[in-house]
C-alpha cells in the first residue's frame, strides 16, 4: 500500500469531545470517524486492524472446536417475549416496527436466536456438544455512550454459544472458551486478567471477564500481588471486606424514612457495619429495589436528619426528576456485568454527602457497597458514579491472604455458563442417552472485537501516538524515504517495500512528497511498530534505518538483509 493512495485524514487538533487516548488518536491519525452519538465509520487502518483481530479470534475459535455461523441482526420480538426479556432487557435495547407493525430490536445479544435455532436442529444426545460462533455488530443504547470505540452504540462482538449435555460438558466447553480467550488477548499483545465476575443468580465461578488493564477502564478490579485470585471489585469487594449483605427473602420494600430508629434495624437486617445510620432512602429502578444509606456521626445528624425530613422519595419515584423535586440527587453506579436492571444506585443528598460515607445495595445478592466517598469515588459534578475505591489496607486476598491491588480494567470478553435458564424458557430439549427429554446446557462467550482495539491503544501509546502491538497493527512497518523527489531514494525504498512484501511483511510505503518531519510525525502517531527510513546518508552505504516504535531503539542494517530483520 501506498502512503499516498491511503484514506487516513489526520487532524491537526484533538476533537472536543474525544475524552480518552484511544479515541483521540484514532480520531486524529484517521482510523474513525464519528457518524452520531456511539455510531462510528471505520476507516480503512481502523478496519485492517479490526480484521487482524478478528481473523485471530476466528482463529482460536476454530482451534477450540467452534464454528463460524452468521445470523440475523434484525430480531422478532416473539423470541425474547418467550425467554421474558422483551420487557427486562429496558431501554438498552433498540425496538422497531416493520410495515405489518411487528415489532423487532436489534441484536444487543443473540442467546434467543440461537436458543430457537438449535431447538429445531438439535434433539439427540449424540450432536453434542456443540459451539457456534459468530461475528457482526451489536446494538446497544448505551445509557452513556462514550469513550469512543470502547462503549458505542454499535459494535463489533464476536459471540459464541455452547451445548452440552450436561454440566461435565459444559464445564469442558467452558475450559475450552476461557482457554482459547487467554491465547486470543495474548496474541493481540494486551495486558489483560481474567477475573471473577458477577455470576447473577446460579452462584459459583460461572463467569469471567476478561480485563485489559488501563486507566481509562471502567471497571475496578482488584488482584492479589501474590496469587492469580482477581475479581470484578462487585464481587471482589463483598467477598474481601467480608460485608456481604445476604439479601432478605423476597424485595427490600423498606421506603424512604427519617426515623433512625428503623434505619438502624435495617442497617442491622442488612447487617452493615454502621455506628450510625440516620438515613436511608430505598425506591425501585427500573423494577430492582435500591438502598442508600448516609451515615454520619453525632454533631452533624441534626443537618443530615433536617434533610432526611424534607425529602420523601417514594418507591416509585425513581426518575432524576423526582428526585430532584425532592432536594436529592440521583447517581447511578453501573457495575461492569450487571445488566441494567441489575444496575447498583445510590442516593446521596448533596449537603450531607459532602460530609458523610454513603452506603448503598441493591436487592441482589453480593451487589452491596459500603464506604463509598463522594467526590473520592465519584465526581459530584455530574454525578457520574466512577470509581469506588473499595478495598482498604487491612483487606487481604480471599485465596492466600496476600496484599490486594487495585486496578480499572476494560471489560473486553466475558465467558459464561448459563447452564438450562434460556433452554427451558425456550423449550430447547434433546433425548438424552436414556431417551428422556432433556434441556441443553448453555454456555455463551462473548469477545468485544472493537473495544479490544480500542483497549490496545489505551495500553500502549505515548505523547506522540499509538503504538501497536505488531500482530494487530494496520501495518507492521513503514518504508519512508526521506525525500520522495529524489529517484534514488525512492528506487530504494521500493526495493526494500518489495522485499518485505514478498516475505509477507504487511507494509506501508510512505511516498508522499512530504517533509520528512511530517512522515515522521505520522509514523509515530499512527504508531507502526517498525520505520525503515532511507536517507541520503543510509544510501551511501546501501543501508536503512530500522527503528521501533516501541522503544524508540534504532539501527541501521543493509539493505539485502532488511526482511530478516523486519520478520
Ligand atoms: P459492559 O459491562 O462494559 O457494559 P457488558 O458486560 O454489557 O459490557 P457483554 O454483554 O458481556 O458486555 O458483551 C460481551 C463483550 O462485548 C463485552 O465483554 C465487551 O467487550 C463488548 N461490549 C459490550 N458493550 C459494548 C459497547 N457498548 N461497546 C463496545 N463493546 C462492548
Ligand atoms: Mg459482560
Ligand atoms: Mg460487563
Ligand atoms: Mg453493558
Given at each position: 500500500?501506498?502512503?499516498?493512495?491511503?484514506?487516513?485524514?489526520?487532524?491537526?487538533?484533538?476533537?472536543?469531545?474525544?475524552?480518552?487516548?484511544?479515541?483521540?488518536?484514532?480520531?486524529?491519525?484517521?482510523?474513525?470517524?464519528k457518524m452520531a452519538n456511539g455510531l462510528y465509520t471505520y476507516?480503512?487502518?481502523?478496519w485492517?486492524?479490526i480484521r487482524?483481530?478478528e481473523?485471530?479470534v476466528r482463529?482460536?475459535m476454530?482451534?477450540?472446536?467452534s464454528q463460524e455461523i452468521m445470523m440475523p441482526i434484525v430480531q422478532p420480538a416473539e423470541i425474547w417475549q418467550e425467554s421474558g426479556r422483551w420487557k427486562v432487557y429496558g431501554a438498552e435495547m433498540i425496538r422497531l416496527k416493520d410495515r405489518h407493525d411487528r415489532e423487532y430490536c436489534l441484536g444487543p445479544t443473540h442467546e434467543e436466536m440461537i436458543t430457537t435455532l438449535v431447538r429445531n436442529e438439535v434433539?439427540?444426545?449424540?450432536?453434542?456438544?456443540l459451539n457456534l460462533f459468530q461475528m457482526q455488530s451489536k446494538y446497544r443504547d448505551e445509557r452513556?455512550p462514550?469513550?469512543?470505540l470502547?462503549r458505542s452504540r454499535e459494535f463489533i462482538m464476536k459471540d459464541a454459544y455452547s451445548f452440552?449435555?450436561?454440566?461435565?460438558?459444559?464445564?469442558?466447553?467452558?475450559?475450552?472458551?476461557?482457554?482459547?480467550?487467554?491465547?486470543?488477548?495474548?496474541?493481540?499483545?494486551?495486558?489483560?486478567?481474567?477475573?471473577?465476575?458477577?455470576?447473577?443468580?446460579?452462584?459459583?465461578?460461572?463467569?469471567?471477564?476478561?480485563?485489559?488493564?488501563?486507566?481509562?477502564?471502567?471497571?475496578?478490579?482488584?488482584?492479589?500481588?501474590?496469587?492469580?485470585?482477581?475479581?470484578?471489585?462487585?464481587?471482589?469487594?463483598?467477598?474481601?471486606?467480608?460485608?456481604?449483605?445476604?439479601?432478605?427473602?423476597?424485595?427490600?420494600?423498606?421506603?424512604?424514612?427519617?426515623?433512625?430508629?428503623?434505619?438502624?434495624?435495617?442497617?442491622?437486617?442488612?447487617?452493615?457495619?454502621?455506628?450510625?445510620?440516620?438515613?436511608?432512602?430505598?425506591?425501585?429502578?427500573d423494577?430492582?429495589?435500591?438502598?442508600?444509606?448516609?451515615?454520619?456521626?453525632?454533631?452533624?445528624?441534626?443537618?443530615?436528619?433536617?434533610?432526611?425530613?424534607?425529602?420523601?422519595?417514594?418507591?416509585?419515584?425513581?426518575?432524576?426528576?423526582?428526585?430532584?423535586?425532592?432536594?436529592?440527587?440521583?447517581?447511578?453506579?453501573?457495575?461492569?456485568?450487571?445488566h441494567q436492571t441489575?444496575?447498583?444506585?445510590?442516593?446521596?443528598?448533596?449537603?450531607?454527602?459532602?460530609?458523610?460515607?454513603?452506603?448503598?445495595?441493591?436487592?441482589?445478592?453480593?451487589?452491596?457497597?459500603?464506604?463509598?466517598?463522594?467526590?473520592?469515588?465519584?465526581?459530584?459534578?455530574?454525578?457520574?458514579?466512577?470509581?469506588?475505591?473499595?478495598?482498604?489496607?487491612?483487606?487481604?486476598?480471599?485465596?492466600?491472604?496476600?496484599?490486594?491491588?487495585?486496578?480499572?480494567?476494560?471489560?473486553?470478553?466475558q465467558?459464561f455458563?448459563l447452564?438450562?435458564k434460556y433452554s427451558?424458557a425456550l423449550h430447547a430439549?434433546?433425548?438424552?442417552?436414556?431417551?428422556?427429554?432433556?434441556?441443553l446446557?448453555m454456555?455463551c462467550y462473548g469477545i468485544g472485537v472493537s473495544r479490544?482495539?480500542?483497549?490496545?491503544?489505551?495500553?500502549?501509546?505515548?505523547?506522540?501516538?499509538?503504538?501497536?502491538?505488531?500482530?494487530?497493527?494496520?501495518?507492521?512497518?513503514?518504508?519512508?524515504?526521506?525525500?520522495?523527489?529524489?529517484?534514488?531514494?525512492?528506487?530504494?525504498?521500493?526495493?526494500?517495500?518489495?522485499?518485505?512484501?514478498?516475505?509477507?511483511?504487511?507494509?506501508?510505503?510512505?511516498?508522499?512528497?512530504?517533509?520528512?518531519?511530517?512522515?515522521?510525525?505520522?509514523?509515530?502517531?499512527?504508531?507502526?511498530?517498525?520505520?525503515?527510513?532511507?536517507?541520503?546518508?543510509?544510501?551511501?552505504?546501501?543501508?536503512?534505518?530500522?527503528?521501533?516504535?516501541?522503544?524508540?531503539?534504532?539501527?541501521?542494517?543493509?539493505?539485502?538483509?532488511?526482511?530478516?530483520?523486519?520478520?
Amino acid at each position: 500500500m501506498l502512503a499516498s493512495k491511503l484514506y487516513a485524514p489526520t487532524l491537526r487538533e484533538t476533537p472536543a469531545d474525544a475524552d480518552v487516548i484511544s479515541q483521540q488518536y484514532m480520531l486524529r491519525a484517521g482510523f474513525i470517524r464519528k457518524m452520531a452519538n456511539g455510531l462510528y465509520t471505520y476507516l480503512p487502518l481502523a478496519w485492517k486492524s479490526i480484521r487482524k483481530i478478528e481473523a485471530i479470534v476466528r482463529e482460536e475459535m476454530e482451534r477450540a472446536g467452534s464454528q463460524e455461523i452468521m445470523m440475523p441482526i434484525v430480531q422478532p420480538a416473539e423470541i425474547w417475549q418467550e425467554s421474558g426479556r422483551w420487557k427486562v432487557y429496558g431501554a438498552e435495547m433498540i425496538r422497531l416496527k416493520d410495515r405489518h407493525d411487528r415489532e423487532y430490536c436489534l441484536g444487543p445479544t443473540h442467546e434467543e436466536m440461537i436458543t430457537t435455532l438449535v431447538r429445531n436442529e438439535v434433539n439427540s444426545y449424540r450432536q453434542l456438544p456443540l459451539n457456534l460462533f459468530q461475528m457482526q455488530s451489536k446494538y446497544r443504547d448505551e445509557r452513556r455512550p462514550r469513550y469512543g470505540l470502547m462503549r458505542s452504540r454499535e459494535f463489533i462482538m464476536k459471540d459464541a454459544y455452547s451445548f452440552d449435555m450436561d454440566e461435565e460438558g459444559l464445564d469442558a466447553s467452558y475450559k475450552a472458551m476461557y482457554d482459547a480467550y487467554v491465547r486470543v488477548f495474548t496474541r493481540c499483545g494486551l495486558y489483560f486478567k481474567p477475573v471473577e465476575a458477577d455470576s447473577g443468580a446460579i452462584g459459583g465461578s460461572n463467569s469471567h471477564e476478561f480485563m485489559a488493564l488501563a486507566d481509562a477502564g471502567e471497571a475496578d478490579v482488584i488482584h492479589c500481588k501474590n496469587c492469580d485470585y482477581a475479581a470484578n471489585i462487585e464481587i471482589g469487594k463483598p467477598a474481601v471486606l467480608k460485608a456481604a449483605v445476604a439479601e432478605p427473602e423476597g424485595k427490600l420494600t423498606l421506603v424512604d424514612t427519617p426515623d433512625a430508629k428503623t434505619i438502624d434495624a435495617v442497617a442491622t437486617m442488612l447487617d452493615l457495619p454502621l455506628e450510625r445510620t440516620i438515613k436511608a432512602v430505598v425506591y425501585n429502578v427500573d423494577g430492582t429495589v435500591v438502598l442508600a444509606i448516609v451515615r454520619g456521626d453525632h454533631e452533624v445528624n441534626e443537618i443530615a436528619l433536617q434533610h432526611a425530613m424534607e425529602s420523601t422519595v417514594e418507591p416509585e419515584m425513581a426518575s432524576d426528576e423526582d428526585l430532584k423535586r425532592v432536594g436529592l440527587t440521583a447517581g447511578f453506579i453501573s457495575p461492569v456485568g450487571l445488566h441494567q436492571t441489575d444496575d447498583f444506585a445510590i442516593v446521596v443528598d448533596e449537603t450531607v454527602m459532602e460530609m458523610y460515607n454513603v452506603c448503598g445495595g441493591a436487592n441482589k445478592r453480593d451487589a452491596h457497597y459500603i464506604n463509598i466517598n463522594p467526590k473520592r469515588d465519584f465526581d459530584t459534578k455530574d454525578m457520574r458514579i466512577a470509581p469506588i475505591r473499595l478495598i482498604t489496607k487491612d483487606d487481604r486476598c480471599p485465596h492466600c491472604g496476600g496484599e490486594l491491588e487495585l486496578a480499572k480494567g476494560i471489560e473486553v470478553g466475558q465467558v459464561f455458563k448459563l447452564g438450562t435458564k434460556y433452554s427451558e424458557a425456550l423449550h430447547a430439549t434433546f433425548l438424552n442417552q436414556s431417551g428422556r427429554p432433556s434441556p441443553l446446557v448453555m454456555g455463551c462467550y462473548g469477545i468485544g472485537v472493537s473495544r479490544t482495539l480500542a483497549a490496545a491503544i489505551e495500553q500502549s501509546h505515548d505523547e506522540n501516538g499509538i503504538i501497536w502491538p505488531r500482530a494487530i497493527a494496520p501495518f507492521e512497518a513503514v518504508v519512508v524515504p526521506i525525500n520522495a523527489k529524489d529517484e534514488q531514494l525512492m528506487s530504494m525504498a521500493t526495493t526494500v517495500y518489495d522485499a518485505l512484501r514478498k516475505a509477507g511483511v504487511d507494509v506501508l510505503l510512505d511516498d508522499r512528497k512530504e517533509r520528512a518531519g511530517v512522515k515522521f510525525k505520522d509514523a509515530d502517531l499512527i504508531g507502526y511498530p517498525i520505520r525503515l527510513t532511507i536517507s541520503k546518508t543510509t544510501a551511501e552505504t546501501s543501508e536503512v534505518e530500522v527503528r521501533i516504535r516501541k522503544d524508540g531503539e534504532s539501527f541501521t542494517c543493509k539493505l539485502e538483509d532488511v526482511a530478516d530483520v523486519v520478520c
